[in-house]
């Protein structure tokens, strides 16, 4: 397994709490604001934190679990709406543009040959996952050659100057192994943490329970170390959730901000910190998304969305239309004058 040397936090918060105090406002007063820019000094291990070349990686793959139905969609989607991302067509296309992020397009596994579109990367490590309703859907080495991927992709990026990573995903079927992933380490019942994926009626709701279920059920018959992450991360997971766990984590080895968007990438994230806990000091969750179970995920890991408008499209949207509340927290640790300079009164 890979090991991530992830750095504490070891940035004084006194310190950075007494510049955040000393600007020239009320305590408290810019909310949310402040939290994010305590959070960002700390990580960035600096009173004066930057936000440079800000890079979006959309990891892509189809998923063996699609065959039993859980999804409206079609597979067919995973490989049709990479290709619409090639002609900047699609919300993560528009959100990127507009807040200045470079997108990376990455074939992990989707089920269709998109070698005739050289706007795609290519890592490709198979036609999509096995079905996880009778065995892993994935080898050790197919697991531990995602991981590197993304990490060696977060790397990648970082080199670049990038030091804020948005991680969106692309993958018919991925809100199942998530709400697997979600029950089993939240130690909740499946039916509480799964909802209707891009758009299942009641009675599609409950056969993907039911799917789910009997998935869970099969592999804790199989004579494997059911408790440790890894194993649960290769029997129920997608080539792309876990490219996407690499980058998390190598980002956080690296000081970089991890932008988490929706359901998905913040089953991930748990994933991530089952791997190593640290990486949730790097993480900054834009939204809480309209997939059901989502807020009890969140919940999972203490986290603070920024938004909460309703979405549930995935592709890193959610934490993309977050970014400029993050660009306000920095602005307003390094720009706005102090009590001192502004020759104001500290009344507090």
């Known amino acids: 397994m890979m090991h991530f040397n992830i750095p504490p936090l070891t940035l004084d918060e006194a310190l950075v709490w007494q510049k955040i105090d000393n600007l020239n406002k009320p305590k408290g007063s810019l909310g949310m604001l402040e939290a994010l820019a305590f959070r960002i000094c700390r990580m960035q291990h600096t009173l004066s934190p930057t936000l440079s070349h800000p890079c979006h990686l959309l990891f892509a793959a189809d998923h063996g679990i699609e065959r039993e139905g859980v999804s409206v969609s079609p597979r067919a989607v995973t490989w049709q709406q990479m290709i619409n991302f090639t002609h900047g067509g ?27 579109h050289p706007t795609i990367l290519n890592r490709k490590i198979a036609n999509g ?104 991360i290769q029997y129920f997971g997608g080539f792309e959730m876990v490219a996407a766990i690499g980058a998390m984590l190598r980002a956080a080895e690296l000081r970089m901000i991890v932008l988490v968007d929706g359901f998905i990438m913040s089953a991930c ?44 499209l995935g592709e890193g949207t959610g934490a993309l239309c977050a970014y400029p509340i993050i660009e306000s927290s920095v602005r307003m640790i390094n720009e706005m004058n102090n009590f001192k300079d502004a020759n104001i009164d500290k009344y507090f």
């Open 129 to 232: 996952t096995r079905n996880f309703l009778n065995e892993p859907a994935m080898s050790q080495q197919q697991m531990l050659q995602a991981l590197n991927t993304g990490s060696e992709l977060a790397e990648s990026c970082n080199a670049k100057g990038c030091n804020v990573l948005c991680l969106g995903e692309m993958g018919i079927g991925n809100t199942s192994p998530s709400s697997v992933w979600m029950s089993l380490w939240g130690n909740l019942p499946l039916s509480s943490c799964v909802g209707s994926g891009s758009g299942l009626n009641t009675e599609g709701e409950k056969h993907k329970l039911a799917i789910l279920e009997q998935a869970v059920s099969n592999f804790k018959r199989q004579p494997l170390p059911h408790n440790d992450p890894s194993t649960i």
């Open 90 to 116: 699609g919300g993560v296309n528009l959100f990127c543009k507009q807040h200045g992020f470079e997108l990376t397009l990455v074939d992990m596994g989707v089920d269709h040959d998109l070698s005739g």
């Open 269 to 312: 994230m748990l994933a991530a910190s089952k791997l190593n806990p640290a990486v949730l000091d790097y993480a900054v969750f834009g939204h809480c998304g309209d997939e059901s179970g989502h807020r009890q995920l969140l919940a999972l890991m203490q986290a603070q969305p920024i938004l909460q408008l309703g979405m549930r």
